[in-house]
Each structure stands twice: as structure tokens, then as C-alpha cells.
């Protein structure tokens, strides 16, 4: 039972150039999430999906697109890298109401040159 | 959702309780108060939540003032593996998608 994963743990991208971040979960929750954590700040909402087929924009999607693969797959595309998007991301899955806590993957930290 | 204030940081020595406090005045009635933390590089990780009672797992305790308008974690018996950052978070029980707010967090260094 392996939880949240996420891939890569660790990417540079120069100024323009385009990448996907994936993410998995093998608790067969409903709900995934994309945070993204800047430098002594706490984490702000991307894109989130409440259930397979559905996606929403979160606090800050400008710059992001998002696909939900499949029920265990979350992924965040970011077509034209900025430095401005050098920062940690993190993927969460939940159960999508209550007070189900958030599970989440150990990060994939960009930079952007 | 309603918003919390934490203080910055907080230093505590090994063994002893570490007691964090979080403001949030303005909550509600459907709004539940959560804590998480973040240790170092790591993902942020649930410790707790409670409406108005007092609850305690076998990571911490949260207690709620009566009017609801402040809380406090208490980690009984703090060790090195509890410096972290820790977060509280006051959402609705049933909000669309079960979003989480997060602030600036606590820091919280337990010392030798």
C-alpha cells in the first residue's frame, strides 16, 4: 500500500519547455488535489477533481492544466514553464466530504530557469 | 472559509508538552477546526480536527474554547520528531471537494 506517489521527485525546466507531474493513490479515494508550496509559505490549491471526470480550478491554476486519468491518476501539465512556477508540488487524495483527511505524496520540486 | 492566526514560531524542550495555539474568530458553526503538520520537505500530514469538544488521538490532543473562537494543540510529551510546521485549518464539514486552506503555519523546534 503504497499511498499518494508522485513523479518525478525532482525536475529543471528551462523558461518556456513543457512537462506533466504525475500523480497516483492506491486508497481508491474519490478526490485528488495539486498543491503548490513556495519557499516559507504554506501550500496553495492548484486544480482539484471531487470525483473521477470532474476538475475545478483551485487558488492559483493560472499557467497550469490538469487531467484526471483515471480514478487513481491525477496529473498537472505545465505547457510553458515559468520562473515564476519554481516552487514544491504536492498531489493529496481524500474521500471527497466530511472530515476525511487529505493523504499526501512527497513532492516534486521544480525549478524553472 | 474562515481564517486562523498562528503564531510564527514556537520553541518547546524534549519531553515536555508542546502547546500550540490558533485563533479563528470569525469561524462558524459547520466549520470544523483541523490540524496538520509538515515536517521537513515532506508532505503535510494529518494530526487531528474537532467541532466544539475536545478530542484526542494517539498523536495529540485539541482543545476548543466554548465560544469556538480559539483552539489549542497539545502534543504531550514533545521528541525531536515533532519539530515540523503546524498548520491549522477551519473549513466547513462538508465543503465542495474538500478543500483545505492553508496559512502561514507554526513552527514549531522541539530542543534537546
Known amino acids: 500500500n503504497a499511498g499518494v506517489t508522485q513523479t518525478p521527485k525532482f525536475q529543471v525546466l528551462k523558461t518556456g519547455q513543457s512537462m506533466t507531474l504525475q500523480c497516483a493513490q492506491d486508497?481508491?479515494?474519490?478526490?485528488m488535489y495539486w498543491y503548490r508550496q513556495d519557499p516559507g509559505m504554506g501550500l496553495r490549491l492548484i486544480y482539484y477533481?471531487?470525483?473521477?471526470?470532474?476538475?475545478d480550478k483551485g487558488e492559483v491554476p493560472n499557467g497550469y492544466n490538469v487531467s484526471r486519468l483515471n480514478k487513481r491518476e491525477f496529473s498537472l501539465r505545465l505547457e510553458s514553464a515559468a520562473p515564476s512556477q519554481t516552487s514544491v508540488y504536492f498531489c493529496?487524495?481524500?474521500?471527497?466530504?466530511?472530515?476525511?483527511?487529505?493523504?499526501f505524496g512527497p513532492g516534486t520540486r521544480l525549478t524553472v530557469l | 472559509d474562515a481564517k486562523t492566526t498562528q503564531p510564527t514560531s514556537m520553541d518547546c524542550a524534549e519531553g515536555r508538552a508542546a502547546n500550540l495555539p490558533c485563533n479563528h474568530s470569525?469561524?462558524?458553526?459547520?466549520?470544523?477546526v483541523y490540524w496538520y503538520r509538515q515536517i521537513h520537505s515532506q508532505g503535510p500530514q494529518y494530526i487531528i480536527h474537532?467541532?466544539?469538544n475536545n478530542e484526542t488521538n494517539e498523536m495529540a490532543s485539541l482543545i476548543i474554547t466554548e465560544d469556538r473562537k480559539s483552539s489549542t494543540l497539545i502534543l504531550p510529551h514533545a521528541t525531536l520528531r515533532d519539530t515540523a510546521v503546524y498548520y491549522c485549518?477551519?473549513?466547513?464539514?462538508?465543503?465542495?471537494?474538500?478543500?483545505?486552506?492553508f496559512g502561514g503555519g507554526t513552527r514549531l523546534m522541539v530542543k534537546p
Open positions: 486508497m481508491n479515494h474519490n478526490s
Open positions: 493529496a487524495s481524500s474521500e471527497p466530504s466530511g472530515y476525511n483527511e487529505q493523504f
Open positions: 474537532g467541532l466544539k
Open positions: 485549518i477551519v473549513r466547513p464539514y462538508n465543503n465542495a471537494g474538500n478543500m483545505l486552506t
Open positions: 470569525t469561524i462558524s458553526g459547520n466549520e470544523y
Open positions: 477533481s471531487a470525483s473521477e471526470g470532474t476538475t
